[in-house]
C-alpha cells in the first residue's frame, strides 16, 4: 500500500495535481533538531527548472510541518510534513485523456480504480511525490550521522553514517552532458545508472531471509518511479567471475575485505565495509515522439504525441531521491537492532 518501514514508518500521501503532496513518519526519536532549513539543500536537488534535461515546472517546495515538531525540536509523535502544489497545468492532461500514455500507470490505473483516479500529472503515481520521500530522506540522514562507533560493535567510522548517490551514465555515456546531447538530437528522452555508497554502516544489520538489507532495500528503491533494475557490489558482473575471483577476503578482525565485489553485503547482512549499489532508471516515458497507442474512444491505434512539462531525463533527479529511501531504509535497520535511541 501506501507505508513502508517497522520502526522508522512512513506513509505518503497526495496527487500530482492535488492541493499537496505530504509524508507522515512515524517512529522519528523525540529530540532530534528540525528546522526548514534542514530541509532546503535536498530539495533544491531534487528540483527541475533549473538545470537542462529537467521539467520546467517549477515549484517552492517549501516544507510545512503540520505535526511532530515543537520549539524545532522532533516530539516524538508522528512527524507530518506537506508540500503544496502551486504550478499546476492539468489542462494539459484533460485533452490527452483519450490515449493512455505507453510507459505510464494510465491505462493499469484506470481498470484497477475503475475511472476514478486523478489522471492530472500522473496523480499518485507521479515522480512529483518523491519530494515526500526525500523529505523523509533528510530526517532520516539527520539520524544516521549521530550514529557513532563504540567499543562493543564493528562500526568503521566514528563520524556517523553517509549516504551518497551520483550519476554515473546518461544515454549509454559515461559524460551526462553527451548522453542527453543524444536525447536532445534525437528529440526523444534518455536513462541512466545512478549508484549509492554508505559508508560508516556497523557490521550485522539484516534479517534473513526476506528482510535482508539487499531485500528491503530493493523493496524500497523500487517505491521510485521509473526504476527498472538494481545491483549490489559487483552485481551482474559476478555472472562472468570465477569464485575465487568474486570472493572478498577477509583482512582483519573488524571484518574489512581486500575486495568489495558483495557490496558490503554477505547472507544478506551488512558486513562492516562500505554499502554499494546502482540502479537502472529508465527514459522518461512522456517524449515529444509521435508515438501509437490505443485511443480508448474511438477503439484504435492512432498516433499522439505527449504534451505538458517533462523531464528529458529522470536520472537527473534520481540521486537524491535514492539517497532518501536508502537512508530511510537504513534507519530502520538500525531503530530495529536498537543502535538508534529513542530518546536523543
Same mark, same amino acid.
Given at each position: 500500500?501506501?507505508?513502508?518501514?517497522?520502526?522508522?514508518?512512513?506513509?505518503?500521501?497526495?496527487?500530482?495535481?492535488?492541493?499537496?503532496?505530504?509524508?507522515?513518519?512515524?517512529?522519528?526519536?523525540?529530540?532530534?533538531?528540525?528546522?526548514?532549513?534542514?530541509?532546503?539543500?535536498?530539495?533544491?536537488?531534487?528540483?527541475?527548472?533549473?538545470?537542462?534535461?529537467?521539467?520546467?515546472?517549477?515549484?517552492?517546495?517549501?516544507?510545512?510541518?503540520?505535526?511532530?515538531?515543537?520549539?524545532?525540536?522532533?516530539?516524538?509523535?508522528?512527524?507530518?510534513?506537506?508540500?503544496?502544489?502551486?504550478?499546476?497545468?492539468?489542462?494539459?492532461?484533460?485533452?490527452?485523456?483519450?490515449?493512455?500514455?505507453?510507459?505510464?500507470?494510465?491505462?493499469?490505473?484506470?481498470?484497477?480504480?475503475?475511472?476514478?483516479?486523478?489522471?492530472?500529472?500522473?496523480?499518485?503515481?507521479?515522480?512529483?511525490?518523491?519530494?515526500?520521500?526525500?523529505?523523509?530522506?533528510?530526517?532520516?540522514?539527520?539520524?544516521?550521522?549521530?550514529?557513532?562507533?563504540?567499543?562493543?560493535?564493528?562500526?568503521?567510522?566514528?563520524?556517523?553514517?553517509?549516504?551518497?548517490?551520483?550519476?554515473?551514465?546518461?544515454?549509454?555515456?559515461?559524460?551526462? =552532458?553527451?548522453? !542527453?546531447?543524444? +536525447? *536532445?538530437? /534525437?528529440?526523444?528522452?534518455?536513462? $541512466? #545508472?545512478?549508484?549509492?555508497?554508505?559508508?560508516?554502516?556497523?557490521?550485522?544489520?539484516?534479517?534473513?531471509?526476506?528482510?535482508?538489507? =539487499?531485500?528491503? !532495500?530493493?523493496? +524500497? *528503491?523500487? /517505491?521510485?518511479?521509473?526504476?527498472? $533494475? #538494481?545491483?549490489?557490489?559487483?552485481?551482474?558482473?559476478?555472472?562472468?567471475?570465477?569464485?575465487?575471483?568474486?570472493?572478498?577476503?577477509?583482512?582483519?578482525?573488524?571484518?574489512?575485505?581486500?575486495?568489495?565485489?558483495?557490496?558490503?553485503?554477505?547472507?544478506?547482512?551488512?558486513?562492516?565495509?562500505?554499502?554499494?549499489?546502482?540502479?537502472?532508471?529508465?527514459?522518461?516515458?512522456?517524449?515529444?515522439?509521435?508515438?501509437?497507442?490505443?485511443?480508448?474512444?474511438?477503439?484504435?491505434?492512432?498516433?499522439?504525441?505527449?504534451?505538458?512539462?517533462?523531464?528529458?531525463?529522470?536520472?537527473?533527479?534520481?540521486?537524491?531521491?535514492?539517497?532518501?529511501?536508502?537512508?530511510?531504509?537504513?534507519?530502520?535497520?538500525?531503530?530495529?537492532?536498537?543502535?538508534?535511541?529513542?530518546?536523543?
Amino acid at each position: 500500500m501506501n507505508s513502508f518501514g517497522r520502526f522508522f514508518r512512513l506513509n505518503i500521501f497526495g496527487e500530482s495535481h492535488g492541493e499537496s503532496v505530504g509524508i507522515n513518519i512515524d517512529g522519528c526519536p523525540a529530540g532530534l533538531s528540525l528546522t526548514v532549513e534542514d530541509f532546503l539543500p535536498d530539495l533544491e536537488r531534487r528540483k527541475g527548472g533549473t538545470r537542462k534535461g529537467t521539467t520546467p515546472r517549477k515549484e517552492s517546495d517549501l516544507p510545512i510541518f503540520k505535526s511532530g515538531v515543537f520549539n524545532d525540536k522532533t516530539t516524538g509523535a508522528p512527524l507530518t510534513i506537506l508540500f503544496e502544489n502551486n504550478n499546476t497545468r492539468s489542462a494539459d492532461y484533460q485533452k490527452q485523456r483519450d490515449f493512455p500514455r505507453p510507459g505510464h500507470a494510465d491505462f493499469v490505473a484506470h481498470q484497477k480504480f475503475g475511472g476514478y483516479e486523478d489522471f492530472r500529472g500522473g496523480g499518485h503515481f507521479s515522480g512529483r511525490l518523491t519530494v515526500a520521500l526525500v523529505a523523509a530522506g533528510v530526517v532520516a540522514k539527520k539520524l544516521l550521522r549521530l550514529v557513532r562507533a563504540d567499543k562493543n560493535d564493528k562500526t568503521p567510522s566514528d563520524n556517523g553514517i553517509s549516504v551518497q548517490a551520483a550519476i554515473i551514465e546518461i544515454g549509454g555515456e559515461r559524460d551526462p =552532458e553527451k548522453g !542527453l546531447q543524444k +536525447a *536532445v538530437e /534525437a528529440k526523444d528522452s534518455v536513462g $541512466g #545508472i545512478v549508484e549509492c555508497r554508505v559508508n560508516g554502516l556497523p557490521l550485522g544489520l539484516g534479517e534473513p531471509f526476506f528482510d535482508s538489507v =539487499e531485500s528491503v !532495500l530493493s523493496h +524500497a *528503491v523500487f /517505491a521510485i518511479p521509473a526504476i527498472r $533494475g #538494481i545491483e549490489f557490489g559487483t552485481g551482474f558482473a559476478a555472472a562472468k567471475m570465477f569464485g575465487s575471483q568474486h570472493n572478498d577476503p577477509i583482512i582483519d578482525e573488524r571484518g574489512a575485505t581486500l575486495t568489495n565485489h558483495a557490496g558490503g553485503i554477505v547472507g544478506g547482512i551488512s558486513n562492516g565495509n562500505a554499502l554499494v549499489f546502482r540502479i537502472a532508471v529508465k527514459p522518461t516515458s512522456s517524449t515529444p515522439k509521435i508515438q501509437e497507442s490505443l485511443n480508448w474512444e474511438t477503439g484504435n491505434v492512432e498516433s499522439f504525441s505527449v504534451k505538458g512539462r517533462h523531464d528529458l531525463c529522470i536520472a537527473l533527479r534520481v540521486p537524491v531521491v535514492l539517497e532518501a529511501v536508502t537512508a530511510v531504509v537504513l534507519t530502520d535497520f538500525l531503530l530495529t537492532a536498537q543502535k538508534i535511541s529513542r530518546v536523543l
